[in-house]
């Protein structure tokens, strides 16, 4: 089966840095996505990696290690409005159309 | 115009009735997805189109009914649905169906009485 695991919640202040983690356990794998979701709203994309290293987006990091089925994303200077879920995605492998979900994390940024 | 517009954005039916989502594409892309969302856990892939072909459907029930006339709009068809399938359902696009990233509508809320 397929595993994508992630915390459920994380909390942090304004202006600080959050880290959040994502390990995956899948039968194949052919990139890591970040996404972003608001409450009541769509997800959307915020990065991408598929070799292993730090991407780096503004305030948004994200960083995958393949040998331990390992990514992270990094917010810095964090704002209010970064307050949301944030889901991890992996697609399986070369000419797999599926792109396996985690269950998400939901930051709260308070004041 | 927003990329990726789902309507209704919220459908109530009962058990017995025949209702559909509607899901159009304004971005160009190749392949379209259907996934639901329910409170506490991932987003399930349902279902996938590639070039208006269903590549991908992911073990769901019948009462669950795709239709992709053409590369920018997608339809799911819904009959004799149960209380469980109340979630949040999700279309997306992506320019190919094995690559790049989904662009997601902002859903249809499904309630099922």
């Known amino acids: 089966g397929q595993n994508i695991d992630q915390p459920t919640e994380m909390t942090a202040t304004e202006g600080a840095i959050v880290q959040i983690n994502c390990t995956y356990q899948?039968?194949?794998?052919?990139?890591l996505f970040w996404y972003q979701q608001h409450a009541g709203e769509a997800p959307t994309f915020l990065s991408y990696?598929?070799?292993?290293g730090l991407e780096e987006k503004g305030r948004f990091s994200s960083f995958l290690s393949r040998s331990k089925g390992y990514s992270y994303l990094l917010l810095k200077e964090l704002q209010m409005k970064d307050s949301a879920s944030y889901l991890c995605a992996v697609r399986l492998g070369d000419s797999s159309y599926k792109l396996i979900f985690g269950s998400g994390t939901r930051l709260l940024v308070r004041p | 115009e927003t990329g990726v517009t789902q309507t209704p954005r919220h459908l109530v039916m009962g058990m017995t009735n025949k209702k559909s989502l509607k899901c159009e594409q304004h971005l160009g892309h190749n392949a379209m997805y259907w996934y639901k969302q329910s409170a506490k856990k991932p987003l399930e892939l349902m279902f996938v189109?590639?070039?208006?072909?269903?590549?991908e459907n992911n073990s769901v029930p019948s009462r669950f009914s795709p239709e992709c006339p053409n590369s920018s709009h997608l339809f799911l068809h819904l009959h004799t649905l149960q209380p469980e399938d109340s979630a949040l359902y999700l279309c997306?696009?992506?320019?190919?169906?094995?690559?790049?990233?989904?662009?997601f509508g902002e859903g249809s809320r499904l309630t099922v009485l």
């Open positions: 997306a696009s992506s320019q190919a169906a094995n690559t790049g990233e989904l662009f």
């Open positions: 899948t039968s194949g794998f052919n990139g």
């Open positions: 189109y590639s070039l208006e072909e269903r590549v």
């Open positions: 990696n598929v070799l292993d």
